[in-house]
């Protein structure tokens, strides 16, 4: 009997032995099992918040995208007051060459009158010959009277017309000073905002691709410019003293890459081939942009789907079409002689572009040719 009792308490030790491992290694599998679904939970509140940081991304690039295209009109209109501007300022230099002439006649004339003393027509009148003799003196007294008045009633109206010119240009510089800080600020306020999120967009791998839907009229219209601009050069600078010899265009931006080359490339909106007429390079807002040779600023303006260009001549058919710019960041205007090397402006993300960065053209004679010839 207390052999049998041995040896049921050792079967049953035995089979607890046993059955211990079991129960611990069930339990790991549940812990295990745990963890997993947790680390699930954590990775899909991490896709649900990267989708959440996209969209609000988008939400702000999009209205970043609206303030832009404000910008762009605030500063069409700054450069169509600076030229509303400049024609008065023309007018106003005529109108007072034209008072001065008139003046020094005028003045002329009152001197003969005083010479010729008060009684002069009278007296010339009553020395007259006969009554034809003195209708024809008295004729003459008339268109001399009439010239006269004539010149005071000119002279008159031009003084008045030079103030009214006057005050429309003060007002012109006034609009011009009000649109340009609102331009100014905006555009702090935009490239701010922007350079906030800028690392988010990297971060989220946002692929933004540097698509340029230039207006064909435009570019039309710029070569036909660049072509009249590069005749009037030629003929103001017959020496040639300026004009590009040969030799390495300079990098327009220091140390950057280039995102788009020159020639056909797939347009990833448009979904066919189309003809990219310069090359992209890359940088942030603010980036320098320089000039890539020395030369003249033949056009520094607002371009439709450019932004805001700046095209230099560089003598011998030659030019270079920097764009994209704002006009806050651009430090050269039309007429301005420019070095190699020289900063002329900043890459901004104006115009019909999707992410900062410079568009470069090289045009010879008007047409646009590869960069990369002169700038191997």
């Given at each position: 009997?207390?052999?049998?009792?041995?040896?049921?308490?050792?079967?049953?030790?035995?089979?607890?032995?046993?059955?211990?491992?079991?129960?611990?290694?069930?339990?790991?599998?549940?812990?295990?099992?745990?963890?997993?679904?947790?680390?699930?939970?954590?990775?899909?509140?991490?896709?649900?918040?990267?989708?959440?940081?996209?969209?609000?991304?988008?939400?702000?690039?999009?209205?970043?995208?609206?303030?832009?295209?404000?910008?762009?009109?605030?500063?069409?209109?700054?450069?169509?007051?600076?030229?509303?501007?400049?024609?008065?300022?023309?007018?106003?230099?005529?109108?007072?060459?034209?008072?001065?002439?008139?003046?020094?006649?005028?003045?002329?004339?009152?001197?003969?009158?005083?010479?010729?003393?008060?009684?002069?027509?009278?007296?010339?009148?009553?020395?007259?010959?006969?009554?034809?003799?003195?209708?024809?003196?008295?004729?003459?007294?008339?268109?001399?009277?009439?010239?006269?008045?004539?010149?005071?009633?000119?002279?008159?109206?031009?003084?008045?017309?030079?103030?009214?010119?006057?005050?429309?240009?003060?007002?012109?510089?006034?609009?011009?000073?009000?649109?340009?800080?609102?331009?100014?600020?905006?555009?702090?306020?935009?490239?701010?905002?922007?350079?906030?999120?800028?690392?988010?967009?990297?971060?989220?791998?946002?692929?933004?691709?540097?698509?340029?839907?230039?207006?064909?009229?435009?570019?039309?219209?710029?070569?036909?410019?660049?072509?009249?601009?590069?005749?009037?050069?030629?003929?103001?600078?017959?020496?040639?003293?300026?004009?590009?010899?040969?030799?390495?265009?300079?990098?327009?931006?220091?140390?950057?890459?280039?995102?788009?080359?020159?020639?056909?490339?797939?347009?990833?909106?448009?979904?066919?081939?189309k003809m990219h007429t310069g090359v992209d390079f890359a940088g942030s807002l603010g980036t320098p942009i320089h000039a890539a040779a020395g030369g003249k600023v033949i056009e520094s303006r607002p371009a439709t789907g450019y932004g805001y260009i700046v095209i230099i001549d560089h003598g011998n058919g030659l030019s270079t079409l920097y764009a994209h710019?704002?006009?806050?960041?651009?430090?050269?205007?039309?007429?301005?002689?420019?070095?190699?090397?020289?900063?002329?402006?900043?890459?901004?993300?104006?115009?019909?572009?999707?992410?900062?960065?410079?568009?470069?053209?090289?045009?010879?004679?008007?047409?646009?040719?590869?960069?990369?010839?002169?700038?191997?």
């Open positions: 009997m207390k052999k049998q009792l041995v040896a049921g308490l050792t079967g049953f030790v035995l089979a607890c032995s046993l059955l211990s491992p079991g129960i611990s290694f069930a339990d790991n599998i549940d812990d295990k099992k745990e963890d997993i679904k947790d680390r699930d939970k954590e990775i899909q509140r991490i896709e649900k918040e990267k989708k959440q940081t996209k969209k609000d991304l988008e939400s702000v690039l999009k209205e970043l995208e609206q303030r832009k295209r404000e910008l762009n009109e605030l500063n069409q209109d700054v450069y169509e007051t600076e030229q509303k501007l400049e024609k008065s300022k023309k007018r106003v230099a005529e109108k007072e060459k034209q008072i001065e002439e008139q003046k020094k006649v005028y003045n002329e004339r009152i001197r003969i009158v005083y010479r010729q003393g008060k009684m002069f027509y009278v007296r010339s009148l009553m020395n007259a010959k006969n009554l034809d003799d003195f209708l024809k003196r008295l004729e003459f007294v008339r268109l001399v009277a009439k010239r006269d008045q004539e010149l005071i009633n000119g002279y008159k109206t031009d003084r008045r017309e030079l103030v009214k010119e006057k005050k429309q240009m003060e007002d012109l510089l006034a609009e011009r000073k009000e649109k340009a800080e609102k331009a100014k600020g905006l555009h702090a306020d935009l490239t701010g905002d922007y350079k906030k999120i800028e690392k988010q967009v990297k971060k989220l791998g946002s692929k933004q691709e540097n698509l340029e839907e230039i207006n064909e009229k435009e570019k039309k219209r710029i070569r036909d410019l660049i072509r009249k601009r590069q005749r009037e050069q030629a003929t103001e600078d017959d020496d040639g003293s300026d004009s590009y010899t040969g030799g390495k265009f300079g990098w327009p931006v220091k140390g950057s890459r280039i995102t788009s080359t020159y020639g056909m490339r797939f347009h990833p909106v448009r979904k066919r081939y710019m704002y006009a806050q960041g651009v430090r050269v205007q039309s007429g301005d002689s420019v070095s190699k090397g020289q900063v002329i402006a900043e890459i901004g993300n104006n115009g019909w572009s999707t992410g900062p960065h410079l568009h470069f053209e090289v045009l010879k004679n008007g047409d646009q040719v590869n960069p990369m010839s002169y700038l191997k």
